[in-house]
């Protein structure tokens, strides 16, 4: 197999991983506390001449190295919902899934027919001391911008909100849930700031993502269209499967 070849298809698995990240983040545009992810790349240089007849890399072969979490804020929106809520700042609220504890910016809650504080998914939403169960007879259910989760009859708990030293740590599992390998940071009631009756937006730029999700799928086209060329379709197939 070619030098070319070989240059080709390591610039196709880079291409191929920021597309699907592209057209990840377009496709969450409008999920609530979604954060755009990125991948970074490491650029090497290599001696190969036909390296020049590879589109937009130049002598140059790009290896895709990890990913990474955009963790800017998005933009509020007010929903006029009491069970809906925004963290100011770093901070995640905290839920129990099917796989234990996981943190998001996702402050979409609502009341199950229980009682229990829960995400439009079902994953119960924690405090600082357990769940959160709000009595059926209860009315008027506010939350507080310290968390502190009341009704008109009384106090029922305060939302459990955390940090981390290093967000870029946390792994996203999907759907605004990242996991942890370390414990989080609490905050306390003094430390903690929400927008009540809001939610944060998705921090996804749409049409910047769009430009960009068009410019590396044409880049992925030119590149398939010289690798396809000049290589040997067997190899091609067994290195790089049916995408190209």
Known sequence: MSDKTVIGLSRLIALQQQVDNLAR???NQNTTGFK???IRFLEYLTDAKEADDIPSAPKRSLVAVTGYTDFSAGSLQLTGNSTDAAVLGDGFFVVRTSRGDRYTRNGAFTL???GRLVTLSGDLVLAANGTIKVPLTDVNLSIGTDGTISTARSIIGRLR???FDDPRSLVAEGTGLFASG???IELNAGSIRLATNA???SNVNSIREMSDLVAATRAYEQV???VLKDGDPNELKTLAGEDL
């Open 224 to 226: 398939a269209n010289v």
């Open 112 to 114: 199950d027919k229980q």
């Open 25 to 27: 983040n377009v496709a």
């Open 199 to 201: 939610l944060e937006r």
């Open 182 to 184: 370390s414990p989080p």
């Open 36 to 38: 755009r992810e990125g």
């Open 161 to 163: 909100v955390v940090k």
